[in-house]
């Protein structure tokens, strides 16, 4: 065969393959313009985006103009689009396109830009504040009663009007962990629940890694999927939310299921590994409880755990760590600060506008939900559970039906924030089952669409 032959039958090169990876990096770096655009804003003052704060963000002070809806909702877009093209490019692309050291760039931009800024959207994290001054300063059983009962506490003024007469529904281990933070005044608790928030997430992110990583997924890409997303960094992280302590948790439980190095695609769960002990099994169920002592939610991943595995020991882990948490729990805030189903109960009749039952009662003529639509939509819920449980039982994937169970949670409830349905975004991007992960950044795309719609409507 002659060279010109040869030549004739080589793959051709593409000319402008140059191009993917700037690309690539323009995506990137609109994500994190926009993330900034959010946060410059912000800091200008107070406005229906920005709850009323101490002030924190003094250097971003004359940088920017106060942060309205229309600027925040294309800021949201602008992430929206860039994120979703970032994530179809880096997986068509393969792992060259985007290194380890690049995601963390990446993910960390994003991450400084929300701390350095006020507290986004949402009055939560001054609930989590006024609840931890109750019972440090003023020996009052958050348990019991709402941020109400301290009206002349220098927190008060900052907690959200719906919740100052709301006793608390987190879990006694993040009341106790929030404890510490309330002798360092409004300022400096502030500052050490976006702290928490910050490791939280930097926790969560490495363990991602490596369970992507064990499971044979590429971690970069996992990692971006999770730390890049706008929900995630502008709902979850800037309004510093527990969920991320949870999230934490959930990862540390799947992390002790799963083989220390990468894995093939078969036979790499635990439920089939002979190589996990007694005690890494114990301790992952150990971690769930641990997690829904910070928000119950996180629980529901015991069951598939348990039913996987088929052995005694996570549910001998599971037991010891609800009956310390119980004690620890009952001698730091008696009967009310174990009784976290009563909470749930109360928290599950709330109606939120962003809800997915609220937009089906529209679809249908009905003004609102109604408590038999409470009913029902817990009975689908049991349906679907019970569903997922039988199929793990047959082998489906233990982290795929703990994920969608998660996911199912987000849809059935009347009650649906933003950072609820980012519970599940950890599992899906390491799950065997890869229709997790695609309903999962529907439902988010579902939920940003409804967010933005006014940008939409045709102007009068």
């Not at 971003?60 to 992430?79: D, K, S, T």
């Not at 350095?116 to 989590?128: C, E, K, N, Q, R």
């Not at 909470?343 to 679809?363: K, Q, Y």
Request: glycine content about 8%.
């Amino acid at each position: 065969m002659t060279v010109a032959a040869q030549s004739e039958r080589a793959p051709a090169r593409p000319r402008f393959e140059w191009l993917t990876p700037a690309l690539a990096w323009l995506l990137a770096l609109l994500l994190v313009l926009a993330t900034a655009e959010i946060v410059i804003d912000g800091a200008a003052g107070h406005t229906a985006l920005i709850p009323k704060s101490p002030q924190i963000t003094g250097w971003l002070h004359g940088v920017g103009e106060h942060l309205g809806y229309r600027v925040f909702l294309i800021a949201i877009l602008v992430m929206t689009c860039a994120y979703a093209a970032l994530l179809a490019l880096t997986r068509h692309a393969g792992q060259e396109l985007i290194s380890k050291r690049s995601a963390l760039i990446v993910i960390g931009a994003l991450h400084a830009a929300v701390f350095a800024g006020p507290i986004l959207l949402s009055t939560d994290v001054f609930s989590y504040i006024a609840y931890a001054r109750m019972g440090v300063e003023h020996a009052i059983n958050p348990y019991l009663h709402g941020p109400a009962a301290i009206a002349g506490d220098p927190v008060y003024e900052y907690v959200g009007h719906d919740w100052r007469h709301v006793a608390t529904a987190y879990g006694p281990l993040y009341t106790l962990l929030s404890y510490p933070l309330a002798p360092l005044g409004v300022k400096g608790a502030l500052w050490g629940m976006k702290l928490e928030a910050l490791f939280a997430s930097a926790g969560t992110l490495a363990l991602t890694w490596r369970c992507a990583r064990s499971r044979g997924f590429d971690p970069v890409w996992a990692i971006l999927a999770l730390g890049a997303n706008p929900l995630y960094v502008i709902y979850g992280l800037g309004g510093a939310h527990n969920d991320l302590i949870m999230l934490v948790a959930m990862m540390a439980a799947v992390s002790l299921t799963l083989p220390a190095g990468p894995s093939s695609r078969d036979g790499d769960t635990w439920s089939r590994s002979a190589g996990h002990s007694w005690r890494r099994e114990a301790a992952a169920a150990a971690w769930v409880v641990a997690g829904a002592l910070v928000k119950a939610t996180v629980a529901v991943l015991l069951p598939f755990m348990i039913i996987s595995r088929r052995r005694l020991a996570p549910i001998l882990g599971a037991l010891a760590a609800l009956i310390i948490g119980a004690l620890v729990g009952y001698a730091a805030f008696g009967v009310h600060g174990i009784d976290l189903v009563a909470a749930l109960n109360r928290d599950a009749a709330f109606v939120s506008t962003d809800s997915f039952a609220t937009e089906i009662a529209h679809l249908f003529g009905k003004p609102g939900v109604f408590p038999i639509d409470h009913d029902l939509l817990k009975a689908l819920l049991v349906l679907i559970v019970a569903h997922l449980m039988w199929r793990t039982w047959r082998g489906y994937d233990w982290v795929a039906a703990a994920g969608w169970t998660l996911l199912a949670i987000s849809v059935t409830s009347t009650w649906l924030l933003a950072w609820y349905i980012l519970w599940p975004l950890p599992l899906a991007v390491m799950a065997r089952d890869r229709r997790l992960l695609a309903a999962t950044l529907a439902l988010q795309a579902l939920f940003i669409l409804h967010q933005i719609s006014p940008l939409l409507a045709p102007v009068e």
